[in-house]
């Protein structure tokens, strides 16, 4: 049974960093497409970032460019969000998606077929 667990939320100032962890179990991720969505309030839920497990090969909404980096541990079987230059529009619940056997990045929601239950990030101005 796949299971993805999200950590590393929390409460932090504008222009601060957090680093988001989503620890994958239950099945082989090495050739998987994960993905970190997020939902504001009274909002769509969007797309942060998304990596290909075994290329490595990323993708970035523009919203995050060049603040956020979205990485992998193959050892720990885990996907990392890094959070630079937090702005308080950053503030949402955020959540990791995976889709087994994928071999590129996917940045729909609907392609994705496991979620993890979601880690609030709140950022103050």
């Known amino acids: 049974q796949v299971q993805l667990v999200e950590s590393g939320g929390g409460l932090v100032q504008a222009g601060g960093s957090l680093r988001l962890s989503c620890a994958a179990s239950?099945?082989?991720?090495?050739?998987?497409?994960m993905g970190w969505f997020r939902r504001a309030p009274g909002k769509e839920r969007e797309i942060v970032a998304a990596i290909n497990w075994s290329s490595g090969n990323t993708y970035y909404a523009d919203s995050v460019k060049g603040r956020f980096t979205i990485s992998r541990d193959n050892a720990k079987n885990t996907v990392y969000l890094q959070m630079n230059s937090l702005k308080p529009e950053d503030t949402a619940v955020y959540y990791c998606s995976a889709r087994l056997f994928y071999s590129a990045y996917l940045r729909e929601s609907h392609n994705y077929d496991y979620w993890g239950q979601g880690t609030q990030v709140t950022v103050s101005s």
């Open positions: 239950g099945r082989t991720f090495s050739s998987s497409a």
